[in-house]
């Protein structure tokens, strides 16, 4: 209560703001992702790893909306590139050079991407990569992880325990969960026994490689290359979810694990902060996709690959070299150090999950493996850590996640333990 209370002296705006966006649209937003209680905050503008919202209060960006800002906010280089695109016409219905130039750049980074198309969102990317591999298969079963997230559609939505099947969501029929399976995220037995029953109605298996919203939980050792395995010899397709986790290499985690899948989604970063999706894969599998062939498979979308998206991307992927991931390594693995320092000095039951630069902070003394053990996490601590956090300047996604920016340095990991910790003992005076 304390907590909240000083959020709202310190956003009064952003409060009365809430007040009427909620008159024109339903919780006075449109991502149902970005609410938390009592209000959002209204944000004005931001520069590098920093925003303010209207308020005047200055954050710590964390969050980087969702992933997606890696290079912090305004970078001049995208900017810069995004100026000249303007200039040059927004968006064809033809073919323009920039949307050429990322798919080579993707094509060389990404083992798994052999061709690729582009969309506007991660959920077109995965939605188009499971039509694919049923399209190619000719089978509609898609297996996914209990907890796993990849966007919107209706078949992402469908969440699923032990098999099952119950639509997570009002609104969608039910027949569309009676093609989806789910299984426990690092539980290869629990794959195969799955495989035995169905592989012949399976068209692919989907999965995070790192699970992003389930809370950042890495795979096990052996475990994807266990997936690879499994889709061989059940003759089954593996896609890879990288909408998150592109960034843990400059080939995503396919490229840090060491497991190439038949396709992949991305999105987010490829985008350099525009609205952005892609899919690749195998080519023989892509193909399905070429408008030459009379029997294909038809993907359109009017902003598909437009120029300032195009640009932009160029841009955050060039950005994103070695030594730039390198860098997010070694404040991430910094932070996460610092971070459990403070848990165990102030005794408090709580643990830190990472892969790379994507972290998550969970109220349980062990770290979860897959969704059904992030449920022992104290949802009352998470949000009241969350609200702390904000009011020491420091945002992150209310469920626990933090993710870093290339443009963080020393210095705001530095501040952002100062803030964890302090954030950390009014938790510990709790228990
Ligand atoms: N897949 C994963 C792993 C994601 O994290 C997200 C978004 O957070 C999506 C898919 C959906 O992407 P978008 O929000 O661009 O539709």
Redesign the pocket.
């Known amino acids: 209560i304390n907590a909240e209370r000083e959020f709202s002296i310190r956003t009064p705006k952003s409060m009365e703001k809430y007040q009427a966006a909620r008159r024109v649209m339903p919780g006075g937003d449109t991502r149902s992702?970005v609410y938390f209680s009592p209000y959002p905050i209204t944000v004005s503008n931001g520069s590098g790893p920093e925003f303010q919202d209207i308020d005047g209060n200055h954050y710590l960006d964390f969050l980087n909306n969702?992933?997606?800002t890696i290079h912090g906010h305004a970078h001049s280089k995208v900017v810069e590139k995004v100026n000249q695109a303007l200039s040059s016409g927004t968006s064809y219905a033809s073919v323009i050079e920039e949307q050429i130039s990322l798919a080579e750049i993707l094509c060389a980074r990404v083992p798994g991407i052999e061709q690729i198309r582009f969309c506007?969102?991660?959920?077109?990317?995965?939605m188009f990569a499971i039509r694919v591999a049923r399209a190619f298969t000719n089978r509609a079963g898609i297996i996914k992880m209990e907890g796993?997230?990849?966007?919107?559609h209706e078949t992402?939505q469908i969440e699923l325990f032990n098999t099952q099947q119950a639509p997570v969501s009002m609104g969608i029929p039910v027949r569309v969960a009676q093609d989806v399976y789910a299984v426990p995220f690092n539980d290869l037995e629990a794959m195969e026994q799955l495989l035995i029953q169905r592989a012949k109605e399976i068209a692919a298996i989907l999965v995070?490689p790192v699970m992003?919203?389930a809370g950042v939980i890495p795979p096990l050792s052996g475990y994807l290359a266990g997936l690879r395995e499994l889709a061989n010899r059940y003759d089954v397709l593996l896609i890879f979810?990288?909408?998150?986790?592109l960034r843990l290499s400059t080939g995503g985690a396919q490229s840090k694990y060491h497991v190439t899948p038949d396709l992949t989604?991305l999105?987010?970063i490829i985008g350099g902060g525009f609205?952005?999706?892609a899919f690749g894969g195998r080519a023989d599998i892509m193909s399905l996709f070429d408008p030459a062939n009379l029997n294909h498979l038809s993907h359109g979308g009017t902003f598909n690959g437009n120029r300032i998206t195009m640009a932009a991307g160029i841009t955050s992927m060039e950005l994103l070299d070695q030594q730039a991931i390198d860098h997010l390594e070694t404040l991430a693995k910094k932070l996460q150090m610092q971070m459990q320092e403070a848990i165990h000095r102030l005794f408090v039951p709580a643990s830190v999950t990472r892969s790379g630069s994507l972290l998550n902070v969970h109220f349980t003394e062990q770290p979860p493996i897959n969704y059904a053990s992030t449920h022992r996490s104290r949802k009352d601590f998470t949000q009241l850590f969350h609200i702390e956090l904000l009011n020491r300047g420091i945002y992150t996604a209310p469920r626990g996640m933090w993710n870093l920016s290339t443009v963080m340095t020393d210095f705001h990991i530095d501040q952002a333990v100062k803030a964890f910790s302090d954030s950390m003992q009014v938790i510990a005076k709790c228990i």
């Open positions: 992702t969702y992933t997606a506007n969102s991660g959920t077109e990317a995965t796993g997230y990849h966007g919107t992402a995070e992003g919203a979810d990288e909408v998150q986790t989604a999105g987010k609205p952005v999706g």
